[in-house]
């Protein structure tokens, strides 16, 4: 079975701070992951995804096997960041996705 | 190029009612899904389709209902309709989701009384 587990449900940090949003995935052959994000009163949007291993807005992720993770990382965090952020898992035949549970991320001024 | 347009963007139904969420895409993708979300419980996978004439149930699929006869719509029906279900509905299409991930409509807001 497929499950995205995202342990924190709130996180709040300062500006200019580092921010990581953890990501641990359970399945059994080979995943592909996403983290998507969904800005107040907009659209999910695609922030990354694991196969690129591009950066985007700042944020990079690497996908860790032998911890089943993968965590979304920011050196220096901006006031725009805030928003709701989703990490997913597709599958074999690639035809679902599943989302965690999410993580609301606060930058405070 | 709309992307995926969800029609209404907002309702009230009636406990026992029932009703139908539009979906189209333009994209001309194979892949499309529907997701309810709700707070602390993320987005739950309610029904898929992997083309035409071909769907399959999700994590939460009591109580809906899908049909994709075109490639372009796949509408989501609520057979009678419990305030369990209460929650906004994303629709969301791909054309593989191993490669360019999901392409998500606007949501609608579902309320049931």
């Known amino acids: 079975a497929q499950r995205v587990t995202q342990p924190e449900k709130l996180l709040s940090v300062f500006k200019g701070a580092p921010v990581e949003l953890k990501c641990n995935y359970s399945?059994?052959?080979?995943?592909?992951l996403f983290w998507y994000v969904q800005y107040s009163r907009q659209r999910l949007q695609l922030l990354l995804r694991?196969?690129s291993r591009e950066s985007i807005k700042g944020f990079t992720a690497d996908l860790n096997k032998g911890e089943t993770s993968f965590h979304l990382k920011k050196p220096f965090a901006q006031e725009e960041d805030s928003a709701m952020y989703y990490c997913?898992?597709?599958?074999?035949?690639?035809?679902?996705?599943?989302f965690g549970q999410g993580t609301r991320l606060t930058i405070n001024p | 190029n709309a992307g995926v347009t969800q029609t209404p963007k907002f309702q009230v139904l009636k406990t026992g009612q029932s009703m139908t969420l539009q979906c189209a895409q333009d994209?001309?993708?194979?892949?499309m899904s529907w997701y309810r979300q709700d707070p602390g419980m993320g987005l739950r996978l309610i029904h898929y389709s992997v083309g035409a004439g071909i769907t399959d149930q999700g994590e939460v699929p009591n109580g809906y209902n899908v049909s994709r006869s075109t490639t372009e719509d796949f509408p989501l029906r609520l057979l009678s309709a419990a305030p369990s279900q209460t929650s906004v509905y994303f629709c969301a299409s791909s054309y593989s989701s191993r490669d360019d991930g999901y392409t998500f409509g606007s949501g609608t807001r579902l309320t049931v009384v």
């Open positions: 399945y059994s052959g080979s995943p592909e």
């Open positions: 994209m001309n993708h194979e892949y």
């Open positions: 694991h196969i």
């Open positions: 997913a898992l597709s599958g074999k035949g690639a035809q679902k996705l599943v």
